[in-house]
C-alpha cells in the first residue's frame, strides 16, 4: 500500500514538487542555510533579542560554513554556491536566514552586505587597493559596513538629502569636508565602514540640481574616529530604542567636518541618484523574501500549535474558524511566493532595475501586507501566549514587533503605492 506524505504547506511548493526556476544548486544551498540556522541560530535567538546583542563570532562561523560570502565574488573571498549564481539564489539565502525570525539579526549581520557593499562592487572607487581591500574583509565577515541614506528630514524623498560635502580648505583636490546627520542606520553603531549618500555643498541648492548633486562616498570609520579631531572630524553615534529589530543597532549617525579622500566617491561624483535608486531595489528585494518567509514561520508555527491544542473537547485545528483561518494564510503567501519567484526570473534575464522599480515596490507591499495579515492571525491562534517573550508563541511575538518596519523600510507603503500609480501614468 502507497502512503501519501501530505508536503510542509508552511513550505514553498519547490520544495516539494517541481519547478522551472529551481535546480540542484538551489536545493543545496536551501539544506546548508537550514542546518546552519537550526544549529547555530534559532536555538540562540530568543537570547540574542533580549540581551539586544549576538556574538561577534556570528559572522565568522557563518563565512566558515560558506553562508556569509555565498553571494559574492571569488577575488573578494566570496565562496558562491555554484559557479553559475543566479538571482534564485540570493532568494533561498535571504529566505532561509530569515526562518529566525528576526529582522534586527538580518539587518545588522546579513544584509549590510546587499546594501553597503553592493555598490561598491558594481561602481567601485578610486582607490582601488582600499577596495580591495574592503570588499574582502567585509565578505570573509572580518568588517562590517552600513548603509546611510535616510535622515532626519528625508527618508524615501531622497532628493532631500542634506547631509553636505564640500572641498577640504587645505587640500581642495584631494579631499572633502563632510557635515551632516544620519537617521535609522541599521548596523551603524558597530559598522567599521559606511557607505554614506552626500550632497555636493560645492554646488546650488536649486531644484534644476537637486538629484544632481547627489554622491555615494565609502567612510572608514576608525580611520577618522582613531585619528585627530581637529584633523580627521568626528562620527557621533548614538542607539536608537525601536519597536522591533532589537538586534539592529538601529543608530543615529552626526558627522562633524568628517575629513574624506575623494578617491573614496563610489562611482562617479554628483552621479549617486541612480545608484542610490537601484539600491532601493535590491533593498526591496530583500526586505520582501524576509517578510514572506516571517509570513511562513507564523503560519508553521500557529498550525503545530493548533493540532495540540485542545479547547472545548477539540484540537483547536478542528474548530472552522482557526482552518479558515491557516487556509486564508496559505493564500496570501502563495500570491506574494509567486510574484517574487516571477520578478526573480525577470532580474535573472536581463530586465533592467528601472522597468523591474515598479514590480520591486508592488512585491515589496505585497509581503509586508502578508506578513502583517499572518502576523495577527498567527497571534488569534495562539491567544494570550502571543502577548509573552519567549515560549512557544515566541517567533510570532518577535515578527509581530517587526511588522511595523516592514510597511515602512526601503520605502513606505503609501509611497510605493503612489509610486507604482505615477509609473503606470494612472
Not at 579631499?175 to 551603524?188: D, H, T, V
Not at 574616529?225 to 530604542?241: C, L, P
Not at 563610489?266 to 541618484?273: D, H, L, S, V, Y
Request: charged share 25%; hydrophobic share 40%; glycine share 8%.
Amino acid at each position: 500500500n502507497c502512503v501519501i506524505m501530505r508536503p510542509a504547506v508552511h513550505e514553498p511548493t519547490w520544495h516539494h514538487y517541481p519547478s522551472p526556476y529551481y535546480n540542484d544548486t538551489h536545493h543545496a544551498l536551501r539544506d546548508k542555510i537550514r542546518a546552519f540556522v537550526d544549529q547555530e541560530i534559532l536555538p540562540f535567538v530568543h537570547k540574542w533579542d533580549e540581551q539586544g546583542k549576538y556574538p561577534a563570532d556570528l559572522r565568522h562561523k557563518a563565512y566558515a560554513a560558506g553562508i556569509y560570502g555565498a553571494l559574492w565574488p571569488k577575488q573578494y573571498g566570496g565562496t558562491p554556491a555554484c559557479d553559475k549564481m543566479d538571482h534564485f539564489h540570493s532568494l533561498i539565502w535571504h529566505d532561509e536566514l530569515a526562518r529566525a525570525g528576526s529582522g534586527g539579526l538580518m539587518a545588522s549581520c546579513f544584509l549590510p552586505l546587499g546594501w553597503a557593499l553592493l555598490p561598491i562592487l558594481k561602481y567601485g572607487i578610486g582607490d582601488k587597493a582600499k577596495q580591495s581591500a574592503v570588499c574582502r574583509a567585509c565578505i570573509r565577515g572580518e568588517k562590517t559596513i552600513a548603509l546611510a541614506v535616510t535622515e532626519p528630514m528625508a527618508g524615501s524623498d531622497v532628493g532631500n538629502i542634506g547631509c553636505c560635502a564640500v572641498d577640504d580648505a587645505d587640500e581642495p583636490d584631494r579631499y572633502y569636508r563632510i557635515n551632516g546627520e544620519k537617521y535609522f542606520i541599521s548596523n551603524g553603531y558597530n559598522a567599521d565602514y559606511i557607505t554614506l549618500a552626500i550632497r555636493d555643498g560645492n554646488k546650488s541648492k536649486s531644484e534644476r540640481e537637486k538629484f544632481t548633486s547627489l554622491s555615494f562616498i565609502l567612510i572608514d570609520v576608525h580611520q577618522i574616529n582613531g585619528g585627530d579631531a581637529a584633523t580627521m572630524g568626528r562620527i557621533y553615534k548614538s542607539k536608537m530604542k525601536t519597536q522591533g529589530w532589537w538586534l539592529g543597532n538601529t543608530t543615529y549617525l552626526v558627522f562633524k567636518n568628517v575629513r574624506v579622500p575623494k578617491s573614496h566617491i563610489i562611482g562617479e561624483a554628483n552621479k549617486g541618484f541612480v545608484p542610490i535608486l537601484e539600491n532601493f531595489n535590491h533593498g526591496r528585494f530583500a526586505m520582501a523574501s524576509t517578510a514572506i518567509r516571517y509570513a511562513r514561520c507564523c503560519l508553521e508555527d500557529s498550525m503545530q500549535f493548533a493540532q495540540k491544542r485542545e479547547t472545548f473537547g477539540r484540537k483547536l485545528s478542528e474548530h472552522q474558524v482557526i482552518r479558515h483561518k491557516l487556509v486564508d494564510m496559505m493564500r496570501r503567501i502563495e500570491r506574494a511566493q509567486n510574484l517574487m519567484e516571477q520578478i526573480t526570473f525577470q532580474m535573472d534575464n536581463g530586465i533592467s532595475s528601472r522597468k523591474l522599480a515598479p514590480q520591486m515596490a508592488m512585491i515589496k507591499i505585497e509581503a509586508a501586507k502578508c506578513m502583517e495579515f499572518c502576523a495577527r492571525e498567527a497571534s488569534q491562534i495562539f491567544g494570550g501566549r502571543s502577548y509573552l517573550r519567549g515560549g512557544s508563541a515566541a517567533r510570532v511575538e518577535r515578527i509581530y514587533r517587526e511588522v511595523c518596519v516592514m510597511g515602512i523600510a526601503e520605502g513606505a507603503t503609501e509611497i510605493l503605492t503612489d509610486f507604482i500609480a505615477r509609473q503606470a501614468k494612472l
